[in-house]
């Protein structure tokens, strides 16, 4: 069975870090996407990465604090979040699809996990 678990959230203050982790279990994907939805708000792409290669993508607003990338032998995809803000405070979902293509919208995914909260506090 597919499956995607996702770790690693917590609350941080204002300019800490954190890093989330995501297991993938079940079966191979080739895409991997990190995504987020805060309060009230829709689900908002924050980074992906194929599994074979070096490409990665950022949302705009992570760009150059986040940083996503894979073990592949530990079948894990990780998301290193740098200088941390309040609005970061989200629950982060893992995601994955078994095509190459790239994609940031939430229905070009197939397998989600659960998500894991992430509060940073001013």
């Known amino acids: 069975q597919e499956q995607l678990v996702e770790s690693g959230g917590g609350l941080v203050q204002a300019g800490g870090s954190l890093r989330l982790s995501c297991l993938a279990s079940g079966r191979a994907f080739n895409l991997y996407a990190w995504f987020r939805q805060a309060p009230g708000k829709g689900r908002e792409f924050v980074a992906a990465?194929?599994?074979?290669?070096?490409?990665?993508w950022y949302g705009d607003s992570v760009k150059g604090r986040f940083t996503i990338s894979r073990e592949n032998a530990k079948n894990t995809v990780y998301l290193q979040m740098n200088n941390l803000k309040p609005e970061d405070t989200a629950v982060y979902f893992c995601?994955?699809?078994?095509?190459?293509?790239?994609?940031?919208?939430?229905?070009?995914?197939?397998?989600w996990g659960q998500g894991t909260q992430v509060t940073v506090s001013s």
């Open positions: 990465i194929r599994w074979s290669g070096s490409n990665t």
């Open positions: 995601a994955a699809r078994p095509s190459f293509t790239y994609t940031d919208t939430e229905d070009g995914y197939d397998y």
